[in-house]
């Protein structure tokens, strides 16, 4: 154990806070946003603020997560914090959506 060689650091790459993603839909996608879309989003007006105490029905302090990914960092908000309202926001330009 004393003759081993040290283990060499590993490398380190730069955080990246925000990548842009493009393209289209896969299937799966399409068929989730279409079963479900109407139940989970919500259309916005970019000019009007959301009224969270309307939309959620509760007056709570609110965490917006921005850009959520696969969402399991949103519902451990929401596990952890359960007193909170927790609301995610993902911007999906018109051109990505299925045709």
Same mark, same amino acid.
């Given at each position: 154990? =004393?003759? =081993?060689?040290?283990?060499?650091? %590993?490398?380190?790459?730069?955080?990246?806070?925000?990548?842009? *993603?493009?393209? *289209?839909?896969? #299937?799966?996608?399409?068929?989730?946003?279409?079963? $479900?879309?109407? *139940?989970?989003?919500?259309?916005?007006?970019? %000019?009007?603020?959301?009224?969270?105490?309307? $939309?959620?029905?509760?007056?709570? /302090?609110?965490?917006?997560?921005?850009?959520?990914?696969?969402? =399991?960092?949103?519902? @451990?908000? @929401? *596990? $952890?914090?359960?007193?909170?309202?927790?609301?995610?926001?993902?911007?999906? /330009? #018109? @051109?990505?959506?299925?045709?």
């Amino acid at each position: 154990m =004393e003759n =081993e060689p040290a283990a060499s650091p %590993a490398k380190m790459r730069p955080i990246r806070s925000f990548v842009l *993603r493009q393209g *289209r839909m896969s #299937p799966a996608q399409t068929r989730a946003y279409e079963q $479900l879309g109407t *139940r989970f989003m919500l259309a916005h007006d970019n %000019a009007a603020m959301i009224d969270y105490r309307a $939309l959620f029905g509760r007056d709570a /302090p609110t965490i917006v997560e921005i850009g959520f990914g696969m969402g =399991e960092s949103t519902a @451990a908000i @929401a *596990r $952890l914090i359960p007193s909170a309202t927790s609301s995610a926001s993902k911007y999906t /330009p #018109p @051109a990505s959506a299925p045709c």
